[in-house]
């Protein structure tokens, strides 16, 4: 009877995991099928098309929920139109970026041909060049720290496209076929490290050798320390304050600003070195989180609707 049950489980077993290959091989069968209809359409119709697309789908998903809390936490007066509007703005910045992503390795903010080009004018605008000077000028490491507006994929493309070396942490996806079809997407826009501990000694090491790293600090850490951000206390990752005071770097505030449709606007800011001889080192941390907090606050509070307003933030 023992040994009836234990092969029962063991066939049960092998199913779910037949199961779940056949989910991940029709995945990847329908993303592959996505980039080769973006790549026929070219990068401006395959915006538009990623916008139609998510904007139908995204307000019955759980997440249009999510969306909605979030936008009544920072904007309660807000009127029930205005309310629609940037939801349905932000469905189209996340649908526009789905379609954009089958062309993130060929963009390049310097190049203002082919695919860097909309109607013979460039596709990009760089604003805040200089620090990105400034920080080269120094040879040490940096840290630019962006966050989940306009088209973040791309943010990395300011430094590696000059043929500087830059390392990622990003959220590995479950799909293992899709993984690899995502970092080949990827490919020269940045070296990427997954989330965790790995990725953190991945940081220092890249960070210690005066390389530079890419970060999006907008998403909620249960570990982290709290901060207000957009006004509330949030748990706010405390990776990037830590290795800016430990290796005495500054960090960069950097996003890509949609301008309209499949355009872009670089924004660098002035970098933010640290103050150690003035506070203790709990003190500091706490100042560099709050500054980084409120920049990224005030990314989103000019453009609203470019931010992803589904995140757990809170």
Avoid at 250 to 266: C, D, L, N, S, T
Wanted: glycine share 6%; with cysteine.
């Amino acid at each position: 009877m023992i040994s009836y049950y234990l092969s029962l489980r063991i066939k049960v077993n092998i199913m779910k995991k037949l199961l779940i290959s056949i989910i991940y091989i029709i995945e990847a069968f329908f993303l592959l099928l996505w980039i080769v209809i973006c790549r026929l359409i070219g990068i401006d119709l395959s915006s538009k098309l990623g916008s139609l697309i998510i904007k139908f789908i995204g307000p019955i998903t759980k997440f249009d929920k999510r969306a909605t809390d979030n936008i009544n936490k920072v904007y309660p007066d807000l009127s029930l139109e205005a309310h629609k509007k940037l939801k349905k703005e932000m469905w189209d910045n996340l649908g526009r970026n789905i379609g954009e992503f089958a062309f993130a390795k060929k963009l390049n903010p310097y190049k203002k041909k082919n695919v860097n080009s909309i109607k013979n004018k460039p596709r990009f605008i760089i604003e805040g060049e200089k620090y990105l000077k400034e920080i080269y000028k120094s040879k040490k490491g940096a840290i630019f720290f962006s966050a989940h507006i306009g088209n973040w994929e791309i943010c990395p493309l300011i430094l590696s496209a000059q043929g500087l070396k830059v390392t990622s942490i990003y959220r590995h996806a479950n799909n293992p076929i899709n993984e690899k079809i995502i970092q080949w997407l990827r490919q020269g826009i940045s070296i990427y490290s997954p989330k965790g501990p790995s990725g953190a000694k991945t940081l220092f090491k890249v960070l210690r050798n005066d390389e530079y790293a890419a970060i999006l600090v907008d998403q909620k850490l249960n570990e982290g320390k709290t901060v207000k951000f957009l006004g509330h206390p949030a748990k706010t990752a405390t990776a990037i304050a830590e290795l800016s005071l430990k290796l005495s770097i500054p960090v960069v505030p950097i996003h890509v600003e949609r301008i309209k449709g499949a355009r872009f606007k670089y924004v660098i800011e002035k970098p933010i070195y640290n103050l150690k001889k003035r506070y203790n080192h709990d003190e500091e941390l706490n100042i560099l989180l709050e500054v980084i907090n409120k920049t990224v606050g005030e990314w989103i509070l000019k453009n609203p609707s470019q931010w992803l307003w589904i995140h757990n933030r809170w």
